[in-house]
């Protein structure tokens, strides 16, 4: 059973930075990807960020520029730096991963920012 845990989330103001991590754990043998997604309330769940194996990194636009994510492979965990944060970027942030060839979830990490 492959588990998703993450952690960093908070309350900063606009324009602070947060550090959001990740930490696969459980009977793993490959990780091919891994991601963030994030859900506002009343809103629908969209893309952060994503990076494959193959180095592919793809942001939301509305990030881009401000947020970047970065893997430790060997520890099979994800990050997202978030720099020059908005109110809009209010949000449960909710990593996700390829893993064993299926895709999986964490339970997310409540980022609130503040005017």
């Known amino acids: 059973q492959v588990q998703l845990v993450e952690s960093g989330g908070g309350l900063v103001q606009a324009g602070g930075s947060l550090r959001l991590s990740c930490v696969a754990s459980?009977?793993?043998?490959?990780?091919?990807?891994m991601g963030w997604d994030r859900q506002a309330p009343g809103k629908k769940r969209e893309l952060v960020a994503a990076?494959?194996?193959?180095?592919?990194?793809n942001y939301a636009a509305s990030v881009r520029g401000r947020f970047t994510i970065s893997r430790d492979n060997a520890k099979g965990t994800v990050y997202l730096q978030m720099n020059s944060l908005k109110p809009e970027d209010t949000a449960v942030y909710y990593c996700?991963?390829?893993?064993?060839?299926?895709?999986?979830w964490g339970k997310g990490t409540l980022v609130t920012v503040s005017s």
């Open positions: 996700n991963g390829l893993i064993n060839g299926m895709a999986h």
């Open positions: 459980g009977s793993i043998f490959s990780i091919n990807a």
């Open positions: 990076n494959s194996n193959g180095g592919d990194t």
